[in-house]
């Protein structure tokens, strides 16, 4: 890759992160009766003591409305996944609920997503599951990530797991992935020059123009973002991220994303599980 590093960018870059100590008000976030643990001790191959949920470095007034699900604006997008649930679409004139119990079926998936899946032969997060449910089973059009209908659809599942700890297994068939992810992770790129972590690991806490800077956990995805009013997928996030640094993104779905997202998904091992999240 052609290293464009202009020192003068990087240097105004940098100059943006000031050092301000983070106010965290509260560490409980209680949802429906539901606690959500938003810290937990790392796992021990990371450089960092604790993992923290983008929830506790959002202002007073963006946390609050997670603590409540009817103020919570993902939730109308969970409800127009329940009707995609009952609705019949493909060959095989069938919808989710003719062969599943009901969403609830789901608890405890999404903690452990992305994961191998000896059937399926590979690494598979919740989108895959999704589409392969709708192509193999339902003889319907498979969806396109990042897309309203698969987000919301995410949503809904996730949010069966929600307040359970994320536990990601990183050994195994899926190591190679993960070891690729890590990789990336750690790797710098774009116009600035700087890889994720220069960001969600080494400047976590501080302020980077207006933003509070979180570890960039993905525990809280889809999550309901306020400047864009919609779900927004783990894969556009990290497309998001690249383009602030002036990178060309990888594709969402692509195998690049899908490794990044099984080891960013393992750095929230300890975490609860918390989507449909609102973050600004
Ligand atoms: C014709 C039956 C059928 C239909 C309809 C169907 N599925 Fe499935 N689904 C399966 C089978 C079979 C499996 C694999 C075995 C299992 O894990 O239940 C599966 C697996 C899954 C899994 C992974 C479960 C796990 O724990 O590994 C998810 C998630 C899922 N389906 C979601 C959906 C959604 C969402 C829909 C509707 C869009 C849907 N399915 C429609 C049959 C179906
Ligand atoms: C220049 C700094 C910067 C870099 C580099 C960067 N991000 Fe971010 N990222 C941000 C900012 C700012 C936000 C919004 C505030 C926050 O949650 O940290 C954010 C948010 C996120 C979030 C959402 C967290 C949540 O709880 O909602 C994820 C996930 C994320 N980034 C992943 C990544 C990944 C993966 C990379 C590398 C491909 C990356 N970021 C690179 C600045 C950066």
Redesign the pocket.
């Known amino acids: 890759m052609k290293k464009f590093t202009l020192s003068a960018t990087v240097a105004v ?1 940098l100059a943006c992160f000031a050092g301000t100590a983070s106010a965290q008000v509260s560490d409980a976030l209680v949802v429906d009766g539901t606690t959500i643990s938003t810290s937990a001790p790392a796992a021990d191959w990371l450089d960092i003591d604790q993992v923290l ?3 506790s ?2 202002t007073d007034e963006t946390r609050a409305l997670q603590m409540d699900d009817f103020d919570n604006p993902g939730m109308i997008f969970v409800d127009q996944a329940i009707d995609d649930w009952n609705t019949v679409d493909g060959t095989a004139g069938k919808s989710c609920a003719s062969c599943h119990d009901g969403p609830e079926s789901f608890a405890g998936l999404r903690a452990e997503l992305p994961r191998w899946d000896e059937a399926q032969g590979r690494v598979m997060n919740m989108e895959d599951y999704i589409n392969v449910s709708r192509v193999e089973h339902m003889g319907a059009e498979p969806w396109k990530w990042a897309k309203p209908r698969m987000d919301a659809m995410v949503a809904l599942l996730s949010l069966q797991s929600r307040g359970m700890t994320i536990n990601v297994a990183i050994d195994g068939p899926a190591a190679d992935m993960w070891e690729q992810g890590r990789e ?2 750690y790797t710098r ?1 774009g116009q ?1 020059d ?3 972590s ?3 690991e080494d ?2 806490g501080n302020m ?2 207006a ?11 889809p ?1 309901y973002r306020l400047k864009n009013a919609k779900l927004n997928s ?1 894969h556009g ?2 497309s ?3 383009k ?2 002036r ?1 060309q993104p990888f594709g969402v779905g692509s195998d690049e994303f899908r490794a ?1 997202e099984l080891y ?1 998904a393992s750095r929230g091992n300890g975490l609860s599980v918390e989507g449909p ?1 609102v ?2």
């Open positions: 870059s949920s983008g929830w470095f959002r990336l992770y790129v600035l700087m890889a994720c220069n960001c969600h400047n976590y980077i123009r933003d509070h800077l979180s570890q960039g956990q993905i525990n809280g995805f999550a783990t996030r990290f998001g991220c690249m602030n640094i990178a990044l960013v999240s973050r600004n």
